[in-house]
């Protein structure tokens, strides 16, 4: 059979390696194009560019999914069918749609009709749902609102962050994918339609501004959100004028007394916390502006000061 495999970050990379694991090795691998990164903006390639290359498959990165040059090389691949999962861009055209025998098939990490769109991880979390999954669907023009083709469940552990509920996801989505892909070449695939509407809002994309903590929110919320949003994009306050990252938190409902959201105190057993308008979040790992993450007990050591100071919520600029 011959696939071509669409997809862009670690998670569809996951799911690459899966796929050859299992004899069904794509004979093209699209990818979006390499990008900077980090500081010093260095140019680095996708994950899933870097397991083609890892395996000698054919690798095209094209600014567009509409270039007419790629619609061409695509059509004289002559797939058989085209697998997709976390590609990013614009979802493919009609005339790819129907270019392969098998159609064109996506691994979505969430229990489809619920959360479509671009970050059903950090929603399920967010939303605090006690389970998610992997749903594989016929891709059609409607995001996210092809016909059903296989669905498995997964629990969210209590700890589990977008980074490390999205390692499980994908090995999963890796795993379903194949069997559906077997499944669907012996025939032995009933195709479910979606219902139109779906039953959470849709998912977008996530900016940085996201990642802002609004103190005055319950801290229950806040510990999701910091989850949520490991690795992107991230969750942040201001200290003054310079921004403390908050990387790790645990609830706690001591709270003191008359304070505001956003005060920062420390609990009795001498833990670094900030008061939200219903429990407090104890700061277990932070990373200041321009250093590195540190524990919140050796930040404190350093900045006796932030005691009795309001945290701020505010955009980065």
Same mark, same amino acid.
């Given at each position: 059979?011959?696939?071509?495999?669409?997809?862009?970050?670690?998670?569809?990379?996951?799911?690459?390696?899966?796929?050859?694991?299992?004899?069904?090795?794509?004979?093209?691998?699209?990818?979006?194009?390499?990008?900077?990164?980090?500081?010093?903006?260095?140019?680095?390639?996708?994950?899933?560019?870097?397991?083609?290359?890892? /395996?000698?498959? !054919?690798? *095209?990165?094209?600014?567009? #999914?509409? $270039? +007419?040059? %790629?619609?061409?090389?695509? =059509?004289?691949?002559?797939?058989?069918?085209?697998?997709?999962?976390? /590609?990013?861009? !614009?979802? *493919?055209?009609?005339?790819? #749609?129907? $270019? +392969?025998? %098998?159609?064109?098939?996506? =691994?979505?990490?969430?229990?489809?009709?619920?959360?479509?769109?671009?970050?059903?991880? !950090?929603?399920?979390?967010?939303?605090?749902?006690?389970?998610?999954?992997?749903?594989?669907?016929?891709?059609?023009?409607?995001?996210?609102?092809?016909?059903?083709?296989?669905?498995?469940?997964?629990?969210?552990?209590?700890?589990?962050?977008?980074?490390?509920?999205?390692?499980?996801?994908?090995?999963?989505?890796?795993?379903?994918?194949?069997?559906?892909?077997?499944?669907?070449?012996?025939?032995?695939?009933?195709?479910?339609?979606?219902?139109?509407?779906?039953?959470?809002?849709?998912?977008?994309?996530?900016?940085?501004?996201?990642?802002?903590?609004?103190?005055?929110?319950?801290?229950?919320?806040?510990?999701?959100?910091?989850?949520?949003?490991?690795?992107?994009?991230?969750?942040?306050?201001?200290?003054?004028?310079?921004?403390?990252?908050?990387?790790?938190?645990?609830?706690?409902?001591?709270?003191?007394?008359?304070?505001?959201?956003?005060?920062?105190?420390?609990?009795?057993?001498?833990?670094?916390?900030?008061?939200?308008?219903?429990?407090?979040?104890?700061?277990?790992?932070?990373?200041?502006?321009?250093?590195?993450?540190?524990?919140?007990?050796?930040?404190?050591?350093?900045?006796?000061?932030?005691?009795?100071?309001?945290?701020?919520?505010?955009?980065?600029?």
């Amino acid at each position: 059979m011959k696939i071509v495999f669409v997809g862009t970050p670690e998670f569809s990379s996951v799911i690459l390696e899966e796929l050859i694991k299992n004899n069904l090795k794509p004979i093209l691998v699209v990818t979006a194009p390499d990008k900077p990164v980090g500081r010093k903006q260095i140019m680095t390639s996708p994950a899933v560019k870097a397991t083609a290359e890892r /395996y000698n498959i !054919p690798c *095209l990165q094209p600014e567009s #999914l509409d $270039l +007419p040059e %790629f619609k061409l090389v695509l =059509a004289n691949s002559q797939p058989d069918l085209i697998a997709l999962s976390a /590609y990013g861009p !614009p979802f *493919l055209t009609s005339a790819i #749609l129907s $270019l +392969p025998s %098998f159609g064109c098939l996506n =691994a979505h990490p969430s229990l489809l009709p619920a959360y479509r769109g671009a970050s059903p991880i !950090p929603g399920a979390i967010l939303a605090n749902e006690k389970e998610t999954g992997v749903t594989i669907i016929r891709l059609s023009e409607k995001i996210d609102q092809g016909d059903i083709l296989a669905q498995e469940r997964m629990t969210i552990a209590p700890a589990d962050t977008t980074q490390t509920l999205g390692a499980k996801l994908a090995r999963l989505g890796g795993q379903l994918l194949v069997k559906t892909i077997l499944a669907l070449v012996q025939g032995r695939i009933k195709p479910q339609p979606q219902p139109e509407k779906s039953p959470t809002p849709y998912c977008r994309q996530l900016k940085k501004e996201d990642g802002q903590i609004d103190w005055a929110k319950p801290a229950d919320y806040l510990s999701r959100q910091v989850r949520a949003f490991d690795p992107w994009p991230g969750t942040h306050a201001l200290w003054g004028k310079k921004v403390l990252k908050i990387l790790q938190v645990r609830v706690t409902n001591e709270m003191p007394a008359p304070a505001k959201p956003g005060f920062v105190f420390l609990t009795k057993d001498r833990s670094l916390a900030v008061q939200t308008s219903q429990g407090s979040l104890v700061l277990e790992s932070v990373q200041p502006e321009g250093k590195k993450a540190m524990a919140g007990s050796d930040f404190l050591r350093g900045h006796q000061d932030i005691l009795g100071q309001i945290l701020c919520s505010a955009t980065l600029i």
